[in-house]
């Protein structure tokens, strides 16, 4: 069973720059969350999808934006790139959106912004 | 709204000593509790997790119990080693879409 992957490991861009991130979810899961980790912090909820739509969003601007394919895998798109999007950015799949269902985490993309 | 609260790190210690990181939580309905642990280079991994009062999830020698009257789960184990050096995260999961983290516990193992 392949786990969740993402794409690419690592990434620089510059302020004002557009970027996308890619989200492979787990066999057997249709949703998928995004996180945003600054060093040495917890984990930001940024929002999630569930079998295509977007299921809850936390506090991200509207430059945040994402998709979900049939497939159920993930983009996140952030637009207008500041300094401060510079961070660790996790996606994790969930076979559902039952608080009790466990979100399993891919190893994330690290954006520089310069 | 809800939120997490566990012990500020590092917490550092000698190798087969006893570990115990301190999570409590605050929350207005009936939260699913996580504990995830975050390697050096790595992204979240789950340790255990526990989805209602009193059970206890456990994992690779640590355990941790659902305490509704303290409000707590707190992370232990009876004989860390040096490779369980790493960054240990308390979440809570309340409604049907996001977890609430803790800022995490760096666990430091000396041999």
């Known amino acids: 069973e392949t786990g969740v992957t993402q794409s690419p490991t690592h990434l620089i861009k510059t302020r004002g720059q557009q970027v996308t991130l890619r989200c492979s979810s787990q066999?057997?899961?249709?949703?998928v969350s995004w996180y945003q980790q600054a060093l040495g912090q917890g984990p930001q909820f940024i929002f999630q999808?569930?079998?295509?739509?977007?299921?809850g969003r936390g506090n991200f601007p509207p430059r945040f934006s994402g998709l979900q394919f049939p497939n159920y895998s993930s983009e996140l798109n952030v637009n207008a790139l500041e300094l401060d999007d510079s961070a660790l950015y996790l996606c994790a799949s969930s076979p559902g959106t039952s608080t009790t269902d466990t979100q399993y985490f891919g190893p994330g993309t690290r954006l520089t912004v310069l | 709204g809800d939120s997490v609260t566990q012990m500020e790190g590092p917490v550092t210690l000698s190798e087969e000593a006893f570990l115990t990181i301190n999570c409590t939580y605050t929350a207005t309905g009936y939260p699913s509790l996580f504990w995830y642990v975050q390697y050096p280079g790595e992204g979240l991994q789950l340790l255990l997790k526990?989805?209602?009062a009193d059970d206890k999830g456990s994992n690779k020698g640590f355990e941790a119990t659902y305490r509704k009257e303290t409000t707590s789960f707190h992370l232990e184990k009876g004989s860390v080693q040096v490779s369980d050096s790493a960054v240990y995260f308390c979440a809570l999961k309340d409604s049907n879409y996001q977890l609430i983290w803790g800022a995490g516990t760096k666990l430091i193992i000396k041999p």
């Open positions: 999808y569930y079998r295509e739509e977007e299921n």
């Open positions: 066999s057997g899961h249709n949703t």
């Open positions: 526990a989805t209602k």
